[in-house]
């Protein structure tokens, strides 16, 4: 249950086209956005007695060259914290392709 609410206006918003497919920024910070909602539980900070160690948001593109986009807070309390890029190396050629899916 928790985030449903944010969730619902998300669809809601795509639905309308307010929220289109290929907007990353505002997918990324409508789901910011539900991992900083700590009224719905959806947010472990140690309000709950529970503290989580970090919150990522993806952006995974179909772009054939890339333009997925990652964020970390990197800090237990995404509320108060920034969210962070963070680009993933891209493996050296003939590396294995183990963990793909091919």
């Not at 900083?36 to 990522?56: A, L, N, Y």
Request: charged share 15%; glycine share 12%; net charge neutral.
């Amino acid at each position: 249950r928790a985030g449903a609410s944010h969730l619902a206006r998300m669809q809601r918003d795509a639905a309308s086209g307010a929220l289109r497919p290929d907007d990353a920024q505002a997918w990324l910070g409508a789901m910011m956005g539900v991992l900083r909602d700590d009224c719905s539980g959806i947010c472990f900070r140690d309000v709950h007695g529970f503290c989580s160690t970090g919150s990522q948001v993806s952006w995974i593109s179909n772009a054939p060259h890339g333009g997925s986009q990652h964020l970390f807070t990197g800090a237990s309390d995404p509320v108060y914290t920034s969210y962070k890029h963070f680009t993933f190396a891209t493996a050296p050629k003939g590396a294995t392709t183990h963990g793909t899916r091919e």
